[in-house]
């Protein structure tokens, strides 16, 4: 039998990102490889007694089918928070989606024709690339520095690809980078989009988990032309097993991504919606939130303090006021997939830069997660980390 795959198939089986995750799931090894939140947070008993209660106040509803943009009492309680994060929205422009990986995947599917471009960070979500990749989208990265994506840079982008469909950007303590926009150029993003007539998707996993600084307004805030397609998700404020995220989107949008929805999932989970409705009906979102906010805080804390101890000079990293990631740039021309195997001899993993790129990638670059290892597994792994990089640069 031969399989005759359409073109929105990758063309081989091989999964990198996947074998690393695998070997570093190994038990002797201290990983920093993937982006879990930490399981000793989730609020099991909360949920449990939220799901208790949709059984027996709810039971025959929450088990039909449902709504393809989702539970309204959710949505409603998606709006408030939206409201005070300085979005203005309203039940409608809300659709709950089967988490940000599929809001992605939906907005992909919406607006990128085979050849249309779309506008990336450089690095970036790297299953945000796989998905654009899917849809045949020429992907053009844009440089960042330590305020986000470069303006000019982003200008000159949009100038030389007038068919550009939107611009995917992550603003918040982006994902790989830890990287945070600053509001001057989030105005600014939305001025070049609104003059080239073209939409942003503003990925947004990560704004509610911020440990040090100033919160700032979202690129929507910053929307006045309606243009900006907000997605946000449970995965990192709650449980990423839920599989619940949302889009704040224009109004004229929503019948459209309700057809798109439908096609992909019916709806989705509408048990889980419930549940996760009524949790936050009875809880402070918000308390359980800082609770996050408190432990990432720390461990993020330990592993800077240890990666000043350990890494030899030269060694260049972000420090992110929030999320869960580090971004780490080693001198030199390394090959950090040569440098994950000697630090697998270590004991140690990160996940390498190379898969966050969509084109020419920065050599010497890597991830570090810092939310899923408790303080001692961050202090013995960053000082083996550091030992295998000296190894690798020879000092
Ligand atoms: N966007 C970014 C930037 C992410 O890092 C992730 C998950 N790590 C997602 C989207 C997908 O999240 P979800 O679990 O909501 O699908």
Sequence with gaps: MSFQFSNRVPKSDSDPVGDILKVAGSPDIISFAGGLPAPELFPVEALKQAADKVFDKNGRSALQYASAIGNPDLRNQITQRMNRQGINCDVDNIMITTGSQQSIDLTAKMFVNPGDTVIVEKPTYLCALDVFKSYGAHIVGVEMDDDGMKMADLQQAVADNPNTKFIYTIPNFQNPTGRTMTAERRQQMVEIANKADIMIMEDDPYGAIRFAGDDIEPVKYYDTEDRVIYLSTFSKILAPGLRLGWMVMNKD??????????????????????????????????????????????????????????????????????????????????????????????NVAFVPGEPFYPDKVTPGTFRLNFSNMSEDQIKVGIKRLGDAIKETIGV
């Design 253 to 346: 949008l929503m019948p459209k991504y309700s057809l798109m929805k439908q096609s992909a999932d019916v709806h989705s989970d509408n048990l889980t919606q419930y549940i996760v409705a009524q949790f936050m009906a009875d809880n402070d979102i918000d308390d359980h939130i800082s609770k996050i906010r408190n432990v990432y805080r720390q461990r993020e804390k330990v592993m800077m303090a240890a990666i000043e101890k350990s890494f030899p000079a030269g060694v260049h990293y972000s420090h992110p006021q929030g999320g869960l990631f580090i971004w780490v740039e080693v001198p030199g021309d390394i090959d950090t997939i040569e440098l994950f195997k000697t630090c697998v001899g270590h």
